[in-house]
């Protein structure tokens, strides 16, 4: 079945500093890629998708790239804010029945101090 | 406007209970669900139901039971409430293969 797997945390970053959340799926036919992001005591809200091979994703300085051959879709962000401090989960999309069932990493907690 | 709202935000009861979560979402869309997401942080779908119909049914006890009245609610209905029903239960909603709305999460503890 699909899978996700993501690099386990937690990740403790300083501010300003480069950020890079490793994740690789496994997937039947072209799944479509997410990262959501969960702020403590929020809900999920979606940070960027990707809908095939070589596209990017990207937003509030956050960016990934679908990569079908090493099956890969790491987020990365340049200069991490202490307001980044949430966990990171990265999704795939597999459909059942019509419906878009996503299939989630385990997350990353990421802790930005000032 | 709130797009996808579940009550209640917290939900404390004793084992052996029975409860419900409602959700509803405003974004007209067709398809709602319920993940579930334990200590860890880890989500897993239970439920997806596409214009009232069941579409998605993982392996989860059939103590929980999803009902949809019409698309724009589904709620879930737990019956004899266990220990590790203890959780973060969220709402989705999604149309036509795009990206999912969340809820934001109804934590359920169970004494």
């Known amino acids: 079945g699909n899978s996700v797997t993501q690099m386990e945390g937690p990740v403790t970053l300083s501010e300003e500093a480069f950020l890079t959340i490793n994740c690789t799926y496994t997937?039947?036919?072209?799944?479509?890629l997410f990262w959501y992001v969960q702020y403590p005591g929020e809900g999920l809200q979606l940070l960027l998708k990707?809908?095939?091979?070589?596209d990017k994703g990207s937003n509030k300085g956050f960016e990934a790239t679908y990569r079908k051959e090493t099956t890969s879709f790491h987020l990365e962000k340049g200069s991490v804010q202490v307001s980044d401090s949430a966990v990171y989960f990265c999704?795939?999309?597999?459909?059942?029945?019509?419906?878009?069932?996503?299939?989630f990493g385990k997350g990353t907690k990421l802790t930005v101090n000032p | 406007d709130t797009a996808v709202s579940q009550t209640p935000k917290y939900l404390v009861t004793q084992m052996g209970n029975d409860k419900s979560i409602k959700c509803e979402q405003n974004?007209?869309?067709?398809?709602m669900y319920w993940y579930k997401q334990d200590s860890k942080k880890f989500l897993k779908i239970m439920f997806s139901?596409?214009?009232?119909?069941?579409?998605i049914n993982e392996t989860v006890p059939n103590r929980f039971s999803p009902k949809s009245p019409d698309k724009a609610h589904l709620n879930l209905h737990i019956n004899s409430l266990e220990l590790g029903d203890s959780a973060v239960y969220f709402c989705?909603?999604?149309?036509?293969?795009?990206?999912?709305?969340f809820g934001d999460g109804t934590r359920l503890s169970i004494l």
């Open positions: 139901y596409n214009n009232k119909e069941l579409i």
């Open positions: 997937a039947t036919g072209y799944p479509s």
């Open positions: 974004l007209g869309h067709d398809t």
């Open positions: 990707a809908t095939k091979a070589d």
């Open positions: 989705a909603s999604s149309q036509d293969g795009q990206p999912q709305h």
């Open positions: 999704a795939l999309t597999g459909t059942q029945g019509g419906s878009e069932k996503l299939v």
